[in-house]
């Protein structure tokens, strides 16, 4: 059992550090830009309090979930849980108040991006959901933690999509 846990902190660490070199090289191609304006600065900092207040309920209901339920899901499905849900809440709002993309970038970059992480998450959750593992003795495994992240960005890429076309139709009128 001690190989299994080593191979999951690799498996982690080696996916936590490809995200890392992801963003950074969207960094250096200029394809995130992080300059926002005084507005948007103020809509993301009342969105980032709400995601942060989304974190902090949604882990005590885990807690208390785990308590009187029993143990229904591992941990690091119930810790995913909760920090899709406070992303999708600070997501959201920022959508909502136009304060998600900087003025300098592209929402077709940002739609592409967030269908093909929700396709690849999407996709091995499927793969995970045909071969047995999602659940074990009916508890819910790691193995959900792809198809949790592939709904959030899904969620998130259906509000965006939904509000730019909105915004769009507004501008025609």
């Not at 108040?97 to 091995?124: C, H, Q, V, W």
């Not at 992240?149 to 259906?158: F, K, Q, S, W």
Request: hydrophobic content about 50%.
């Amino acid at each position: 059992m001690e190989r299994y846990h080593a191979g999951m902190l690799c498996g982690l660490t080696v996916g936590i550090l490809a995200g890392l070199l992801f963003v950074a090289f969207l960094f250096k191609k200029k394809i995130l830009d992080m300059h926002f304006d005084e507005r948007q600065e103020r809509a993301r900092g009342k969105a980032f309090q709400y995601g942060f207040f989304t974190m902090i309920i949604s882990t005590y209901f885990y807690a208390v979930s785990d308590i009187m339920l029993g143990h229904w899901c591992d941990t690091m499905v119930g810790v995913s849980l909760c920090i899709a849900l406070a992303i999708c809440v600070f997501a959201i709002t920022c959508i909502l108040k136009d304060a998600y993309l900087s003025l300098r970038e592209k929402p077709r970059t940002l739609m592409t991006f967030f269908a093909l992480l929700s396709i690849i998450n999407l996709g091995f959750g499927f793969m995970f959901h045909i071969s047995p593992g999602l659940t074990e003795n009916g508890v819910l495994t790691y193995r959900a933690v792809n198809p949790i992240m592939g709904t959030a960005t899904l969620v998130i890429l259906i509000v965006y999509i939904v509000n730019y076309l909105l915004r769009l139709r507004e501008e025609e009128e």
